[in-house]
């Protein structure tokens, strides 16, 4: 099975004349991911596009683009196909171009996908629900704990986690989703072939393996600053939803969040103490609305298709097993207040709102708006 | 102003025979808060129901409610009615009554509002905006500083704290709120002669002296379990809102929480640790909808007529205190074992119990039950 996705996979690689066009449109000067989208979406492929006339493209884009997609490719863009191709001779190896197959479901919605994405690994990984898990490079000794306990647990219930190779909550994240079956996606920001940061070398190797990695950049695209934060749209938009484990209040971690809920994702954060400036940035996302977890379980019991585990949840009430007497028996199962308890019992207030407080406590119980009190059942 | 307000207050001493009819009201078997409240809106007063016959009683109430309310006061009563006056002549103590002046209008419009309450100290503090504060009692040193440190900076903003006198949380802020301008409230769960818990008897007289006691019970009520619980809704029922600062997930901290927001209160709720169950309560009221607040000010913003300091938060660390450097960084924020810290810091377990003696004695660290320890900042 693992032979075959590394071999199913590198759709261009077959076809060096594509790749050549979909390289030509992507390296083109003046052309972004947005514009060559929406070229695509009026000509069809980039070979179509590249046989329009200029009055055919200024008809879309402003002349300067136009003029510069009629201009045959740089002898750069030449280079890089070449190296391209030898690169995707070795197994495992891929390159997926937007709107063709094996391309991600998901990352073809956000409003500005890649138009190519290579590939090194378990390419299968990309056909499943995954979840993105990000956070400060600098973690606690705990954050990383966590970052990995969550990872192992959400990788466990079937869901792949991505991240962005970084160190600190990055790494972890990625050795948690290792950790179960469902593995793990790193996205680069810098080429596939370069190894970034160094001290995650190993583990890079072992994702390349065991999991996936993925960059949008062309090979040899080196590490540079401004690559990191663009990269992180990928991060979110692969993913189902979003977890932040441990960001300070201006760090990358909340841009990956923001461009979560912009591409209409689920947004989860850890909370922790308020006097780490570690959980800030959580605690500025969970007061803007996002989700605060403690648990595995509360990040499942938010995506559509997945069902808690209810080994750790908190929220759970307890079962009511016991028969209904007492107050239970006169409550029946509409909604009731204290003066007609007080009634039906024949029990003073007192007494009344102690055996409530029990009740409640024992989740046989629920209290109402209004002062009403309600039998709660288990189904 | 102290001694004017001290004599001003006891409105019902001045009438023996109208607090004769409160109490014989308040006291009358069968009749609950409601069924009386709804009493006093039809009759317009004690006095007017008693006066009232059985066909008149009985268009409103059941036929055991109106024999009940035709039968004479109790001997007990009438003995209360006795110790009552008594109590009510020495100075500062005073009783108010649902609907009459001094009664806390905030606190009349709640489902179920007690028809007396017993108060003494300065009952101008009644007249102000109030915030509730509540917790644990079996808080941490951290959830303890938390909620002194919360009290006094919204003292400052003009909140008078309200609190359950209870150990833990309630009496950390207590002594925030008499730290600052605004001062507190403390509502009792046993008649307001009876001081309880005895570990608290001294912080009750300081606030007898510079805040106010505050119960619904009639005078002698001894400690019984299930009074704490429906006292509850007077330490919501008295404030614009609630801020649990530690709270295990089955608590009467959150049934108060849940009563604020029944009374269209706002809840806040201070994150913690997702390994402490003294932050799970708050965790899950958070998910519940109660706002997440790492400061004073994320309170304040949230009040109307209220505006945040702009100050340094009271999360931030102060200024004075030294960067975390060694054990300490590798300590994080939450509780750790000496085991977890060897390894972290590559020390023997002699080298980090030197240390940690040593930061326990600087105030930096502190020791929790079971072998744990934790990082703790001053706010």
Known sequence: MQDTALTAVPALSSSPARLAAWLRLERCAGIGPRTASALLDVFGSPDAVFAADFAALAAHVNPAQARALLQPPADTTRRLLDATLAWLDRPGHGVLALGEPGYPELLSHIPDPP?????????????????????SRNASVQGRANATAFAEALSGAGLCIVSGLALGIDAAAHRGGLGGPSSTVAVLGTGIDVVYPQRNAELAAEIARRGLLLSEFPLGTAAVAHNFPRRNRLISGLARGCLVVEAAVASGSLITARLAADQGREVFAIPGSIHSPLSKGCHLLIKSGAKLVDSADDVLAEL??????????????????????????????????????????????????????????????TALPGGLYQRLEKP
Chains 1, 2 share one sequence.
């Open 304 to 365: 559509s298709g997945f069902r808690p585990s209810g080994r750790a949840s908190t929220a759970e009430p307890r079962a009511a097993s016991q028969p209904a007497t007492g107050l239970l028996a006169v409550m029946g199962h509409d909604p009731v207040d204290v003066d007609v308890l007080c009634e039906r019992a024949g029990l003073s207030a007192e007494q009344v709102a102690s055996q409530l407080l029990r009740l409640e406590l024992e989740g046989r119980v």
């Open 115 to 135: 138009l190519l994405l290579y590939i090194r690994g378990d390419a299968r990984l990309l056909d499943g629900p995954c979840l993105a898990i990000v956070g």
